[in-house]
C-alpha cells in the first residue's frame, strides 16, 4: 500500500467533525489551491458537505452557497445522483454552474431534455422537476445516493418523500443522503420544513436553543392522512411508535447567510436590501419564522389556533 492510499484510508476513517477541521486548516493554508477543480468552502458549506446526516436542511439566507453545494456532492461525493427543482426551467443556473465546474474537471457537459450525464464508471446525473401533477411517479424506482431537492421550500412533502424512498445503493461504502437546500418559506408555502427540523427551526420544540448547527438528530416520520408528522427520538436504535417498529434516520440543519460565501459582497446585500419586508428579512437573515403567513388554502387562520 503506498503512503497515497494510507493517508486516503486515513481521511476516510475520520468523523464528520475531525474532516471539517481538516479541510478548514487546507483551505487556511492554500494548500489545495492549485490541485482542486472545486472544494467547499470553509464554514457551513463544509460542514454540509461532511456532514453524516442522512436528511440535511441546508441554507437559509440568500447567497449562503446552497447551488455550490448541491454541484460540490453531485460531482465530487456521489456516484448517482438526481436533483430537484420546482420546475424544469429553473434548473438553468444550477445547471450552467456545473457545466462550468465539469468543463473544468474535464468531465464533459450535462445535455438532453430532460438534462443528464452519464460519466465514467457509470456516473449519472439526473435532473428532475416537481410540479406537475403525479411528476413524483416517474421517479419510482429509481434509486440514487445523493437526491437533492434546490429551493425545497417551493416544493410538495409528499412529493419529497415519496422520492427519497429510493434513496439507495448498492456500492459498497458509497454513503446515500437527502439534501433540501432552501431559503426560508415564503407564504404558507414550505412550513412542513419547520416541523421536519424543530429542533433547530422552531421555538416552542423543547431542545429549540440547544441543538447546535449540524448537530445529529434522530427522528421518524409518521403518516397521519392529510399530512406528515414527525416523531423525535433518542438516538438511532429501532424504536415502537404507535405500535409498529421503526428504524429512525438522522437529520440536521445547517444554516448558511451571504457572509459565509466569499465570491458574494456587500453589493449583493444591497441588493437584497431592495426586497419588500418581510422578504428582505427572511432572504438576509434566513430566518425561517419572518415571512410565514398562513396558506391561501388554510381554513383557521394559524392566530386563532
Known sequence: MTALNKLIDRIEDMGAPERVALQKHLDEAGVLDQFEVWQPQAGPQTEGYFSEADLTLYGGAAGGGKTDLIAGLALFAHHKAAIFRQSLKSLKGLIERMNTLMGA???????????????????????GHLGLPGSEEDWQGRDHDLKAFDEGAQMDPRKILFVLGWLRTTRQEQRCRGLIATNPPLGGQGDFLIDWFAPWLDPLHPKHGSVQPGELMWAVFVDEGDTVRTVWVDGPEPVRVDGE??????????PARRQDNRYLGTDYDAQLDQMPEPMRTALKTGDFQSARRDHDWQVIPSECG
Do not use: C, M, N, Q
Request: proline share 12%; glycine share 12%; hydrophobic share 35%.
Open 105 to 127: 474537471a474535464g468531465l464533459g457537459k450535462i445535455s438532453g431534455t430532460p438534462p443528464r450525464w452519464v460519466g465514467p464508471d457509470e456516473r449519472i446525473i439526473e435532473f
Open 245 to 254: 417498529l421503526r428504524a429512525p434516520k438522522s437529520r440536521t440543519f445547517i
